[in-house]
């Protein structure tokens, strides 16, 4: 693996507070947020690894992991936190070559970690009602050199779901039972359905509809993130939490009897 | 993609109460624990998705995702659980095509979820100390079909590691902190670490250890999941609930200023 | 106070494993479950505080703690748990000479708590609709000798309240919002409504209807309770753990504008 | 009960935000942070219950229930919060009449929950080693009406108690290991031990401590509260949430076999 910034690579930038920048090293001289004016071939040559300084402030530059990828993205809509995708990609068994559907595109922040797992052969495709929303994510998911692997759709889920055979189906609408026939009939035997709903009645609406189709293993789960804090005195937990984010329900389909 | 079990193939039979077995259709008749005197080979050509009587036990069939593997792997010592692969996977950022080192193996349940995860052109090289241990995951791992991507050593991670250049290293070791200088050498720059403990004081000593070297994001979150309860009396969190699994300690590797 | 056990006097055992058994040293000779043939009278003159023998088993000899009388206390419905009891004994603001109303009386564990906390000069009513929940409550009560402080009543709250100017009521019914109206008028201004449910759907209902009158303060809890496991190895929070208990909604009587 | 405020009486106005002011109706013209220059006198006659205009601001006027006299305190130091007191009151088994020691005062949070629970007969002794700590927390306890029962000390607990057969004795120190012998001494048999420490740390080392005396029923715990939000369009977790306050730490004394 090359030691130093190639030509026409994409690295990310990891500033003190651990805020991250993506850059394309085949981009212009332009004003970046954070950063300034400044000319990202200047960063070819330069060894990961190594923290430099741009304008005033001082940067570790690396290769561009799924996380900083995640932790870089320009948020627009809400977006389901690592903490959250790490449950998604396991419950939901994603793996290399699956074809994978999501609705809806949101920032785009699901789609990365879908594609970033189904990749190299694999493939994601992603409804949304806003084209503003696709729009700003696939800004989002070409940055992150992920474009290849995502396909869009300007398409209310809840109206139908063109596909099938489906290995997976990842709902982050506002009323996920109303897709949840579709669902039945896009996925494959044994494949997955999902969905992230932040209040307890979208849950018992879900839950109640996915038991009239043959779905098995149904569960649902919250998942509560709490960071450590060690130093010198000793450990305890973070007085800064993040409460809730949203409950993650899990199906897969059958047949029926 | 085929709508009935293939010859040489491997399915999954998972009961009403969603205990699972994995089965190789090329097995001789055995003793199957669960289901009793069985001839593998008489599963072929049944349609997956259906449910079919053995004995005078109900069995789903279908192909084997990660969770089954996960599911109906036989314990030795005690396993990382679902919850916490899912946390590793995505706050390692791990991807296809990686090489990726674990110690110790268990009962192979990290592997498995590793080897899936970093499938088709990747690797996970597993330590342990115990010859045991080893040969037990490994049959866990080839019923998991995953044991082309794994190769194992009998070796104390403590003592040294020999590889380089790794994306990731991930520690489940009663002393993590008495690797952490070996996991630096080994780690390619902008690759992940990660310790799984139970107990506080192990994070301490690790987080500790972890500072004298160039890590950055270094993090220690424990994740609680609690599972909801949808009947028609209403919703609620289950009375039951696992209250502790461990603490996961993760950093990235740097070069020094 | 007296270092040894007087007449007439009511005392706990308690024994290895922390089963704790209230015994009243003015009563007959007679079979104790977990003791056995036993006369309390035996106990008089024995000291406090040490461990004694009775049949093959110890017990430590101790004056009843409030903590003593609640997890002795028989169980024939579900009991409030202390840890719920505390948090609702702080967010009522109850406090000794308090006129306190319950319903339903369960298995008397909430009115032993509140009993104990208006103690001396208060009062605490308890409703219940089955005749044999509040025979079976009063036996404990009479146990943890605080009957002098409880009067109870046969009737079914969400059909009115006799009492006013109360300064506290707390409800663990299935359908606390039908009292909520009854509540309001029953309580003095300033005073605190209380609600215990196991289910989302029943907090929902409760809220919606507090919304209708002039409630303030108007919050919902729930509370998890871990326990930490130290030994020599270090700590951690215990594997074993209650997922639930339920919701606790709170609100405050001010009068309508 | 008076249904209007009287003279050389308190009060509390809560306003919108449910932001709490204790008022001594005897008390002179003065700036009150919050309100302005206001005259306490000038509520006198007001009817409890109503929203009454000072300046451009609307309070609630109520009779300051013990959670009003917690919440308008002015800190200075950390306080324990409502959770936390609710679990020490119960823990603790503590009740009218009794004689509990805490150290350190810190703001009053806990003297006035003391104070409240053991009145009418029961005393709070307060240890503190800082002066402007104890006459801090004294105006606080004076506002709330309950200096009565308080009485403090100047004096470093961890170097001896003078008190003896007290019924509880609570430790909000940096080290209340130093202080665990004192305490087994000065507690009467049967009484309870508490700690409330932040760090995993301060709890290991006390627990070892205590395990050296004879105290039985040694538990320590974590509370976390989760507020509920319920809303039109359904009910969550709050996204707000605090991570940690600290671990109570409790035992029980017995006499040495």
């Keep these: 693996m090359k030691k130093v910034v190639e030509k026409n690579y994409v690295v990310v930038l990891i500033d003190s ?4 920048i993506i850059v394309d090293t085949a981009g212009k001289t332009d004003k970046i947020k954070g950063v300034g004016v400044f000319d990202p071939k200047s960063l070819v040559g330069r060894e990961y690894g190594k923290q430099l300084e741009i304008g005033n402030k001082k940067f570790w530059l690396l290769r561009p992991s799924l996380l900083d990828k995640l932790q870089s993205l320009k948020r627009r809509a809400q977006i389901i936190l690592p903490r959250d995708l790490g449950h998604i990609l396991i419950n939901c068994s994603i793996e290399s070559g699956q074809t994978v559907l999501e609705a809806g595109i949101g920032s785009g922040s699901l789609t990365i970690a879908l594609a970033n797992a189904v990749a190299p052969d694999g493939r994601v495709i992603s409804y949304d009602i806003r084209e503003d929303f696709i729009e700003h994510s696939m800004k989002n998911i070409k940055k992150a050199w992920l474009a290849h692997y995502v396909s869009t759709k300007l398409k209310d889920v809840t109206k139908g779901i063109d596909e099938n055979d489906l290995d997976v189906i990842i709902l982050d609408i506002p009323n996920p039972w109303k897709a949840v026939n579709h669902a039945w009939n896009a996925l494959k035997v044994g494949g997955y359905f ?37 130093s010198n005195h000793g450990m305890r937990p973070s007085f800064d939490m993040l409460g809730h984010t949203g409950y993650l329900t899990f199906a897969r389909k059958i047949l029926p009897p």
Tied chains: 1, 2, 3, 4.
């Excluded at 507070?17 to 991250?20: M, P, Q």
């Excluded at 038991?211 to 060690?230: A, C, G, L, W």
């Design 194 to 230: 999902c969905s992230f709903s932040p209040l307890t009645t979208q849950v018992e609406s879900t839950v109640k509809e996915l038991e009239k189709y043959s779905f098995i293993e149904v569960k649902t789960f919250e998942n509560i993130q709490r960071e450590m804090v060690v």
């Design 17 to 20: 507070n651990l805020k991250k």
